[in-house]
């Protein structure tokens, strides 16, 4: 009875430890099992770490020639601008001028050539000082005049008087009286006295400036006295020499206030 009781304590201990190893066997799978489960999670994140840093990369390029394209039509259109400011002025004789174009009434558009000078006055309500920019149009282009024939002793001299005269008449399809309106504009801006008198000639002591306008064979500008100045005018061509005789006196103002 004895050894019965033993062989079953050894049977049940046997069973014991089987399971016990059976347990053992089957955490190791299990733990087997996790670490390839983990092996494949770092391995699914290292590929995905991958692709995203791969795609960024392709963003990144992306961007950079996207940002590189702009930036070209940047400097284009920047280079247009320019273009087309650096036409619509530029500068002669010291003087500014800016390219104008008026289509209400065309086509053809009538092209002006602006230019201003600064005009101190009184308010006549107030009695304050008014300072503003008084606009004048060629209709010629100043840098074409420089063609002109022009024959002086120094420079022009404007005497804070002038008297013109006319020989001839000079309407030429309404352009002599737009050219005689520019004048005169020009004249009171610089604050001089224009008048005209066909019994004066020109003073030998410069006490005024004589203009006459006459006809010649050649449109030209010529001195023949202290402040005297023939403006001949050949075809009709009073606009081009009263513009050419305007822009040598605004060059001398202006020649004046920068020196």
């Known amino acids: 009875m004895k050894n019965e009781g033993d062989n079953e304590d050894k049977q049940e201990n046997k069973k014991e430890k089987d399971i016990e190893e059976e347990e053992k066997q089957e955490d190791k799978k299990e ?42 039509l940047v400097l284009f259109f920047l280079g247009i601008f320019f273009t087309i400011n650096s036409m619509d002025r530029f500068t002669y004789k010291n003087v500014d001028f800016y390219v104008e174009k008026y289509c209400d009434s065309g086509p053809p558009c009538l092209t002006v050539y602006r230019t201003s000078l600064p005009v101190n006055s009184e308010h006549k309500i107030t009695g304050k000082a008014v300072f503003a920019d008084y606009n ?29 005269n006319f020989t001839g008449s000079f309407n030429c399809d309404g352009d002599g009286i737009i050219a005689i309106a520019n004048l005169v504009n020009v004249l009171e801006v610089l604050d001089v006295e224009a008048i005209k008198d066909e ?56 020649k004046n206030k920068l020196s």
């Open 199 to 254: 019994t004066a000639g020109c003073d030998p002591d410069g006490r005024y400036t004589f203009l006459q306008l006459q006809a010649g064979n050649e449109t030209s500008i010529e001195q023949f006295g202290s402040s005297c100045y023939n403006l001949n005018i050949n075809n009709c061509e009073i606009l081009e020499v009263t513009e050419k005789y305007i822009v040598e006196l605004l060059s001398e103002v202006t």
């Open 31 to 72: 733990g087997e099992i996790k670490k390839e489960e983990n092996d494949e999670d770092i391995h699914k994140q290292i590929e995905e770490t991958k692709e995203v840093g791969q795609e960024d990369n392709k963003e990144n390029k992306q961007l950079k020639k996207i940002f590189f394209v702009i930036g070209i």
């Open 136 to 164: 004048f149009y060629f209709r010629n282009d100043p840098r074409k005049l420089k063609d002109i024939p022009v024959n002086i002793d120094g420079k022009f001299t404007l005497m804070r008087n002038l008297v013109a």
